[in-house]
């Protein structure tokens, strides 16, 4: 089973850019495009926010971006805000038709 | 506008099966190439993937799960399910439903989650 790696934690300021990396374990991360990340602020559920490794979910600001570059996928926020304030989630659908999260990434603005 | 909420018992004792259901509103289960899945958090942890039905009834499953899941879904009621056998602590989560109509990598709407703990 592939895994996914986040980094634990990230931080910015008001006005900053931050970028979350997401890197996979297994072939599929490297050749699928099929990645997603989801915004979950404190006790709520997540939100889709990039799909398909960069395409913006309907109503999701334009300060959010996503990419990928071989097993890694990045997801960018710029201009950050207060409200930007959650942790973040990276996902895989595999080869196999299993979805694989990452373990997630709190991001705080200072 | 797609919605969904889960309903089912809070508290499941230790060995018993955990059952939950999915209603859901604003789109039918059985509409070509929707996809419905159950996912689930455990208290200050990240987010685990349980399984996903398809739109034709194929569902798939996170092996770590070691069959003790099943999901199915009811299109005359709009609603699917969840049932985990076999639970134990490790299973205590907030088990959110959610779904997309369109495709089965990523889940664009998810219902509000429900805790549920196991203990005796």
């Known amino acids: 089973q592939s895994a996914l790696t986040q980094p634990p934690s990230v931080s910015g300021s008001p006005g900053q850019s931050v970028t979350i990396s997401c890197t996979g374990t297994?072939?599929?991360?490297?050749?699928?495009?099929?990645v997603a990340w989801y915004l979950q602020p404190p006790g709520t559920a997540p939100k889709l926010i990039i799909y398909?490794?960069?395409n913006r979910a309907l109503g999701v600001s334009g300060r959010f971006s996503g990419s990928k570059s071989g097993n890694t996928a990045s997801l960018t926020i710029s201009g950050l805000q207060a409200e930007d304030e959650a942790d973040y989630y990276c996902?895989?659908?595999?080869?196999?038709?299993?979805?694989?999260f990452g373990g997630g990434t709190k991001l705080t603005v200072l | 506008h797609l919605q969904l909420q889960e309903s089912g018992p809070g508290l499941v004792k230790p060995s018993e099966t955990l059952s939950l259901t999915c209603n859901v509103s604003g789109a039918s289960i059985g509409s070509y190439n929707s996809y419905w899945g159950w996912i689930r958090q455990s208290p200050g942890k990240g987010l685990e993937w349980i399984g996903t039905?398809?739109?034709?009834?194929?569902?798939y499953y996170n092996p770590s799960l070691k069959s003790r899941g099943t999901i199915s879904s009811d299109t005359s009621r709009n609603q699917f399910s969840l049932k985990l056998t076999s639970v134990t602590a490790a299973d205590t989560a907030i088990y959110y439903c959610?779904?997309?109509?369109?495709?089965?990598?990523?889940?664009?709407?998810w219902g509000q989650g429900t805790l549920v703990t196991v203990s005796s």
């Open positions: 297994s072939s599929d991360a490297g050749t699928s495009n099929r």
């Open positions: 398909e490794a960069r």
């Open positions: 996902s895989l659908h595999t080869g196999s038709n299993t979805l694989i």
């Open positions: 959610a779904g997309d109509q369109y495709e089965s990598s990523w889940f664009k709407d």
């Open positions: 039905i398809y739109y034709s009834g194929t569902t």
